[in-house]
């Protein structure tokens, strides 16, 4: 029938469900982002000071190196869904379960950068900062975290896409945000709810990748160092032709 409307026709591309159900997306996008924020920041919150407990003194790593990153490995090889259903006795269906498991994830990852970039500070620029009287606390924060800076980013970088993939997972606790579309979608055959909250949940990873490349680039300016092919280029050229002047002249 040519008047059949595409969500009658259950059509996977339907912009009719899309302004008939702008709210419900809306408030889905919302949830979505919180949990996927909270879990991220939580989760920075909680690595750092492990990565330090890691990171011993004097460039070596600690005792603790190991056992911390054999359990934030540990962690991440546990399922999601059975990492939520553990969390059940302890949360019950709430929020709480999906944010608590989300940041466990996210420590095998924050840990492992934040270490990396604080071990690649150069032995040198903390010499020198010492040589200057700098303590361990500002040394730290004035020398080795801003140095540190790249790799931290990278990391809360990954963090962030792979936390917004598996806070959909959280719709079996209903707290899924776009996941939970996406299943009830499923459970009734509508398709036109499946593509548009999945095409949601990756517009969302991608924008938040771009976003905190944006951030690392603007923290990081000394990254970005760019060769002056053209002004080489002529003062090589320069060079040679007073070399060939000299010789000349000789």
Request: glycine share 10%; aromatic share 6%; with cysteine.
């Amino acid at each position: 029938m040519s008047g059949q409307s595409c969500l009658t026709a259950n059509d996977w591309i339907c912009g009719e469900y899309v302004r008939s159900r702008s709210q419900e997306l809306t408030d889905a996008t919302v949830q979505h982002v919180w949990i996927t924020a909270i879990s991220v920041v939580l989760g920075l919150l909680i690595a750092f000071p492990l990565a330090l407990l890691a990171r011993g003194r004097a460039g070596r790593r600690s005792r603790l190196a190991g056992p911390i990153l054999g359990l934030t490995t540990v962690l991440y090889t546990v399922p999601s869904l059975a990492m939520f259903s553990l969390l059940l006795p302890l949360f019950g269906l709430s929020a709480a379960v999906v944010v608590t498991g989300l940041v466990l994830y996210s420590l095998t990852v924050l840990v492992r950068n934040i270490l990396a970039g604080l071990e690649a500070v150069p032995a040198e620029a903390r010499e020198a900062a010492q040589g200057m009287g700098y303590g361990p606390a500002r040394l730290l924060w004035e020398v080795e975290l801003p140095l540190a800076l790249p790799a931290l980013l990278a990391g809360v970088r990954i963090a962030t896409v792979s936390t917004v993939a598996l806070t959909t997972v959280g719709a079996i606790v209903g707290y899924g945000g776009l996941g939970t579309l996406i299943v009830d979608g499923l459970d009734s055959l509508f398709k036109a709810q499946v593509l548009t909250a999945s095409v949601i949940c990756v517009l969302l990873a991608v924008v938040a990748d771009l976003l905190l490349l944006w951030l690392q680039r603007a923290l990081t300016p000394w990254t970005r160092v760019r060769t002056p092919r053209i002004r080489t280029g002529r003062t090589a050229a320069a060079r040679s032709g007073r070399a060939a002047r000299i010789a000349k002249v000789g």
